[in-house]
């Protein structure tokens, strides 16, 4: 048949779900493609999709060989399988029949180092490669994802007119950007993450504040959802979880929320960001909370325990009082304003993450690009992310959101009810750790002045640390305890 003898504009390795929906993506957008599987079965899956879907431009192949010799020169591979091993395992197998001057694009959650040790590995070879975030789940790769394609530019140029036609369309362009040097798009997609981490802890505290406290059903969780999803929290998140309080169980009575198990599961992104955060000194309590929270939610059994052992030590359950005299309607309008004033503390956190990180690798991250390409696309798309776009762009050296005019002026307004729902939850004995703590970020940032000057006089008695003082430059160091007890002089 003619058509197979000619090559395709681009490849993909790695046909899992992921995988094979981002092919028929590129595929259905006019770019013949080329895909590739060890698992032969795999292959003939996507390519008979490729058919029940529209006739689509993409040809199957069943050895590495034939796959690469497929693609038009400069060929651009896309390798979509489990970060680690296996991605080594691909280029090493993919890479013997490529040339120098074609290009590996790794689109896995993969720690950017990896990227970047790969980066120089391949390059002996005169191969040019890029570490891709893709993100919006099954669905985004299928019909339009958001892509942070960082390495090379070279090899992003070569795909660019692809990438910009595959992923999700905003209003004012395309959900794909260069976004730098080396790992640096792995780097921005493991942020992407850990917001995600903080915005689904932060969705799911409101959530149980408004059931134990407000008392509501899953009708009118369903409703608020849907409701806050036409206001400031338009997101895709808020509307999943409307859309998750309206499904009813179909193997028992009721909804199948509540049936399912309270231990969450989670890859490694989220952790990977705390650890970054440590790393460069970024206090990032918000997203460390989610991650603590999934940790806590794995000890179902010893949870179980403790709740027995609690109760019999005298513990009462003080929910059920405060669900009798509630004002629902002023309720559920705080948690929305106590909602949103935290999430926008956890993106002040990962926006800060992005910076320290951008001036240590020297990558020149735009935050305002940053926050376009999420707009659209993938999971933390949110209407508000277009305020974020707008604030960097005001003031590209923005210090934090929380000092930008505009974001600084919500969070006051809504000071008063995130503070009444955050009180309310702590008497009620729920916890909100990730609401505290985005509360305890802005409490501690906002205050010219901090009791660090304790802790500092105390590393100064035990270990001659020394300090400053705010009156005169210089270090100083004390015999704290001579002093105290009368003996010698401040220094």
């Not at 280029?91 to 590996?104: F, K, N, R, Y």
């Not at 003082?469 to 220094?491: C, M, Q, Y």
């Amino acid at each position: 048949m003619e058509a197979s003898t000619a090559l395709s504009r681009i490849g993909l390795a790695g046909l899992a779900v992921m995988g094979q929906n981002l092919a028929l993506n590129v595929a259905e957008k006019g770019f013949p493609i080329s895909v590739y599987n060890r698992t032969a079965s795999k292959v003939d899956e996507t390519v008979k999709r490729a058919q029940d879907e529209g006739q689509l431009p993409l040809l199957g192949h069943y050895t590495p060989r034939e796959f690469v010799l497929s693609i038009q020169r400069p060929r651009s591979v896309v390798i979509l399988v489990k970060a680690g091993a296996p991605v080594d395992q691909t280029i090493a197998a993919l890479s013997d029949h490529m040339e120098p001057g074609d290009c590996i694009i790794d689109g896995g959650n993969e720690w950017y180092e990896n990227t970047e040790r790969r980066m120089l590995e391949v390059s002996n070879k005169g191969l040019l490669y890029l570490g891709m975030g893709v993100s919006g789940g099954e669905e985004g790769a299928r019909y339009g994802p958001s892509l942070m394609p960082g390495g090379s530019h070279q090899a992003y140029t070569n795909i660019k007119d692809i990438l910009e036609k595959v992923a999700a369309q905003v209003e004012d362009g395309p959900c794909v950007t260069y976004i730098g040097e080396g790992g640096s798009g792995n780097f921005v997609k493991m942020v992407h993450n850990g917001i995600e981490y903080g915005d689904m802890q932060l969705i799911s505290e409101a959530y149980d504040v408004l059931k134990h406290v407000g008392g509501l059903s899953n009708d009118e969780l369903a409703e608020i959802f849907a409701e806050w999803n036409r206001g400031e929290l338009e997101s895709f998140l808020i509307e999943i979880t409307s859309d998750i309080f309206r499904v009813k169980d179909d193997l028992a009575d009721g909804y199948l929320v509540d049936k399912i198990l309270d231990k969450t599961g989670m890859k490694g992104t989220g952790k990977w960001t705390v650890q970054q955060a440590a790393e460069l000194s970024v206090a990032a309590p918000t997203i460390a909370a989610s991650l603590d929270c999934r940790y806590l939610s794995g000890l179902k059994e010893e949870r179980e325990n403790a709740s027995e052992v609690l109760k019999q030590a005298g513990l009462k359950e003080e929910v059920g009082s405060f669900a009798q005299g509630i004002d629902k309607k002023r309720l559920i309008d705080d948690v929305r304003q106590a909602l949103y004033a935290s999430k926008i503390c956890s993106y002040a956190q990962g926006m800060n993450l992005l910076r320290a990180k951008s001036v240590e690798k020297g990558w020149n991250l735009n935050f305002g690009e940053l926050a376009r390409i999420w707009k659209g696309g993938c999971i933390i798309r949110a209407v508000f992310l277009d305020r974020i776009k707008k604030a960097y762009q005001r003031n590209p050296d923005l210090a934090s959101l929380l000092v930008d005019p505009e974001f600084a002026r919500e969070m006051v307004q809504r000071q008063a009810a995130w503070r009444r729902v955050v009180g309310l939850a702590i008497s009620a004995g729920i916890s909100t750790p990730g609401m505290c703590a985005s509360l305890a970020y802005f409490d501690t940032y906002r205050r010219a002045r901090l009791p660090a000057n304790l802790v500092q006089a105390q590393r100064d008695l035990f270990g001659a640390h020394t300090y400053e003082r705010i009156d005169r430059p210089g270090s100083f160091h004390t015999e704290w305890k001579k002093v105290a007890n009368g003996v010698g002089a401040l220094n």
